[in-house]
């Protein structure tokens, strides 16, 4: 098998490339990546040099580009994580997360028309479901439920899918999407709340909690995504949407709560901030679907996740020193100066 990666030098694209390396030697792996603030290749190193490893810096939604590469490497599968990812950025400015997620994902999907593959999977979020009351812990997203969107970001991949299945329809294109909770574990970058926390937890600077911190995450392991997505990779899965969570639902604060603890910093580092706009309150996943056609079950239990992650920034602070070090700062002073 021939695979194109996109987005894959990002944190979930990289666990990715190396869960796939890892489990299927045999195949050729190319990642396509603009390299935008979020894309890393320090994290590429350990695959760099292997012979079935290929790295292409380049912009999904450039199509000569694009076309350039189909045409070369004649990929059997594709699977499309480039994205712009962060909520707060896309409420800041929202023109590239339409270029990139949703222009992006045409480009690459006309591309697999025009040379064929065997499977396009789109990989896509549970915020496209909108968000779920605080009040009504009986309820989950499930796979059947209208699309809505309350940020740039998820209005973005909401578009991305419903095309995505437009071209299903009407191409016939061999497509699969997957959407997902949220993700933790090595190389998420530090704007994202878990390593965010993380990495202020160290310095003692004070913890930035939006609004009242009960709005609510469904957390996964992101080695469970990625086998999520191999699974359905490899199965009988064309056409079909699959949901990926693990019934781990914590509120912000909780969360929060059990990083400080883990380092041994005070609760007092604790600060509430003005609210995210349009604030989804919770997530929560039915993974019954993915459990019941592909025999998918999380491996990895939040205590163990977390620990484990936390052990990582720990082990790794050369990785996301160097990006907070940087214009990451601006970011910063923008984002939370004023909050
Ligand atoms: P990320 O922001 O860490 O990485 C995105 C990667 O895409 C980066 O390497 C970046 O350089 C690359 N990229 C951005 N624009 C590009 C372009 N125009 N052309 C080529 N490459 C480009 O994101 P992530 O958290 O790893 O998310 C990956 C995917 O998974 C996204 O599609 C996201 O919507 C989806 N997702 C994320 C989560 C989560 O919790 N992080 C959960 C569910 C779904
Ligand atoms: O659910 C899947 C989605 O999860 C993915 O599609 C997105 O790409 C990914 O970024 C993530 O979106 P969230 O908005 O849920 O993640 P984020 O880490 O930005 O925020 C998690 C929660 O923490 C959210 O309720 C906002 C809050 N938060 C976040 C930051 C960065 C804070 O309270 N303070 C912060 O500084």
Same mark, same amino acid.
């Given at each position: 098998?021939?695979?194109?990666?996109?987005?894959?030098?990002?944190? %979930?694209?990289?666990?990715?490339?190396?869960?796939?390396?890892? $489990?299927?030697?045999?195949?050729?792996?190319?990642?396509?990546?603009?390299?935008?603030?979020?894309?890393?290749? #320090?994290?590429?190193? *350990?695959?760099?040099?292997? $012979?079935?490893?290929?790295?292409?810096?380049?912009?999904?939604?450039?199509?000569?580009?694009?076309? +350039?590469?189909?045409?070369?490497?004649?990929?059997?599968?594709?699977?499309?994580?480039?994205?712009?990812?962060?909520?707060?950025?896309?409420?800041? @400015?929202?023109?590239?997360?339409?270029?990139?997620?949703?222009?992006?994902?045409?480009?690459?999907?006309?591309?697999?028309?025009?040379?064929?593959?065997?499977?396009?999977? #789109?990989?896509?979020?549970?915020?496209?479901?909108?968000?779920?009351?605080? @009040?009504?812990?009986?309820?989950?997203?499930?796979?059947?439920?209208?699309?809505?969107?309350?940020?740039?970001?998820?209005?973005?991949?909401?578009?991305?899918?419903?095309?995505?299945? +437009?071209? &299903?329809?009407?191409?016939?294109? =061999?497509?699969?999407?997957?959407?997902?909770?949220?993700?933790?574990? *090595?190389?998420?970058?530090? $704007?994202?709340?878990?390593?965010?926390?993380?990495?202020?937890?160290?310095?003692?600077?004070?913890? =930035?909690?939006?609004?009242?911190?009960?709005?609510?995450?469904?957390?996964?392991?992101?080695?469970?995504?990625?086998?999520?997505?191999?699974?359905?990779?490899?199965?009988?899965?064309?056409?079909?949407?699959?949901?990926?969570?693990? &019934?781990?639902?914590?509120?912000?604060?909780?969360?929060?709560?059990?990083?400080?603890?883990?380092?041994?910093? *005070? $609760?007092?580092?604790?600060?509430?901030?003005?609210?995210?706009?349009? &604030?989804?309150?919770?997530?929560?996943?039915? *993974?019954?679907? %993915?459990?019941?056609?592909?025999?998918?079950?999380?491996?990895?239990?939040?205590?163990?996740?977390?620990? #484990?992650?936390?052990?990582?920034?720990?082990?790794?602070?050369?990785?996301?020193?160097?990006?907070?070090?940087?214009?990451? #700062?601006?970011?910063?002073?923008?984002?939370?100066?004023?909050?």
């Amino acid at each position: 098998m021939n695979i194109l990666v996109t987005g894959g030098a990002g944190f %979930i694209g990289s666990n990715f490339v190396f869960y796939y390396l890892r $489990e299927h030697p045999e195949d050729q792996l190319t990642v396509l990546d603009a390299l935008t603030y979020a894309g890393n290749l #320090q994290t590429l190193q *350990p695959v760099m040099e292997q $012979e079935n490893f290929h790295f292409v810096k380049g912009d999904v939604a450039d199509r000569e580009t694009v076309f +350039a590469l189909f045409e070369e490497k004649k990929f059997d599968i594709v699977v499309n994580f480039a994205a712009e990812s962060h909520v707060d950025r896309s409420i800041e @400015d929202p023109g590239v997360f339409l270029r990139t997620n949703i222009l992006g994902t045409q480009v690459l999907m006309d591309a697999a028309r025009a040379f064929g593959v065997s499977r396009f999977h #789109q990989v896509g979020t549970d915020e496209v479901y909108g968000d779920l009351p605080l @009040d009504r812990p009986d309820l989950f997203f499930t796979e059947d439920m209208p699309l809505t969107a309350s940020s740039p970001y998820s209005a973005s991949k909401a578009s991305a899918d419903l095309l995505a299945m +437009a071209y &299903h329809r009407t191409y016939g294109l =061999p497509v699969s999407i997957s959407r997902c909770s949220n993700n933790y574990g *090595p190389y998420q970058f530090p $704007e994202k709340l878990i390593p965010l926390m993380i990495a202020n937890a160290l310095a003692d600077k004070p913890l =930035p909690v939006y609004g009242t911190g009960e709005n609510v995450r469904d957390w996964l392991y992101v080695e469970d995504h990625c086998r999520a997505i191999d699974l359905i990779l490899r199965g009988d899965a064309v056409g079909r949407v699959y949901n990926i969570g693990g &019934h781990n639902e914590k509120t912000n604060l909780d969360v929060v709560k059990t990083i400080l603890k883990q380092l041994g910093k *005070p $609760e007092s580092l604790i600060t509430f901030v003005g609210d995210r706009k349009g &604030h989804d309150l919770r997530y929560a996943i039915d *993974p019954a679907k %993915i459990h019941a056609d592909l025999g998918w079950l999380p491996q990895t239990d939040f205590d163990t996740g977390i620990r #484990q992650t936390i052990d990582w920034y720990l082990e790794n602070k050369e990785w996301w020193e160097t990006i907070i070090s940087g214009e990451y #700062q601006q970011y910063y002073e923008k984002m939370y100066g004023n909050r």
